[in-house]
């Protein structure tokens, strides 16, 4: 079993849509968890860092289930902008990098 | 405070040659990873150091590859008598001493080998 399981999409959706992605980890003492965001032939960029308690930042909300070890990510009022692949990262237990999911891809449509 | 610099950006070298990147982390940042990403593939990690020392490196092909992060200056991701199997985007990222924190990343180098 992979350690951060993505669903790959893609996922088309139309301008103004809500979409949510989820992904599961493996290690149930991972200790942080981010969604990262990378645009074609560039670099991942931090999108936010999820707590238990969930949290939001503008039409972003992240949640983290730890009885069940997945993370989600809900967009709404999706924007053209916001085309791209979105990361699933866990920073496992002990002396390790940060573990990527393989990510979703996001296209937005007008 | 300057993001983290890898460089160079793009770099072309033919098969047998050696390839070298740099990558200057973040102001205050001691721990660096270098990843690789393959056309339409996922991040795929490689090494993790802090100043001096290999934290992990599971993710280093056996042989070719090599990671420092010396004292002084950037880390340098080697690879030896390159193929065109290596031809990839290595992307650096840097993140503080504290644990469980984010990392953030380079603009990456992209490794062209002909």
């Known amino acids: 079993r992979k350690e951060v399981e993505q669903d790959p999409g893609p996922f088309n959706v139309p301008e103004g849509a809500t979409v949510a992605f989820n992904c599961t980890y493996s290690?149930?003492?991972?200790?942080?968890f981010f969604w990262y965001r990378q645009d074609c032939r560039k670099e991942p960029k931090l999108l936010m860092s999820?707590?238990?308690s969930g949290n939001e930042d503008g039409r972003f909300t992240a949640q983290l289930n730890r009885a069940s070890q997945y993370i989600s990510l809900l967009i709404r009022d999706s924007k053209l902008s916001d085309s791209a692949t979105y990361l699933c990262?866990?920073?496992?237990?002990?002396?390790?990098?940060?573990?990527f999911g393989s990510g979703t891809r996001l296209q937005v449509q007008p | 405070n300057a993001g983290v610099m890898q460089n160079p950006r793009h770099l072309v070298r033919r098969r047998g040659q050696e390839a070298r990147l740099r990558c200057s982390p973040m102001?205050?940042?001691?721990?660096v990873y270098w990843y690789r990403q393959l056309p339409e593939e996922g991040l795929k990690f490689m090494v993790y150091?802090?100043?001096?020392?290999?934290?992990?490196e599971s993710g280093m092909p056996k042989e070719r590859f090599s990671a420092e992060f010396p004292k002084e200056g950037p880390s340098i991701l080697r690879i030896q008598q390159v193929v065109r199997g290596d031809s990839a985007a290595y992307f650096c990222?840097?993140?503080?001493?504290?644990?469980?924190?984010?990392?953030?990343f380079g603009q990456g180098t992209r490794l062209t080998v002909v």
């Open positions: 990222a840097s993140s503080p001493p504290e644990e469980w924190t984010e990392a953030f």
């Open positions: 999820v707590y238990s």
């Open positions: 102001k205050g940042h001691s721990h």
């Open positions: 290690n149930s003492a991972s200790q942080s």
């Open positions: 990262v866990v920073n496992p237990p002990g002396r390790r990098a940060l573990t």
């Open positions: 150091l802090q100043k001096e020392n290999i934290i992990d």
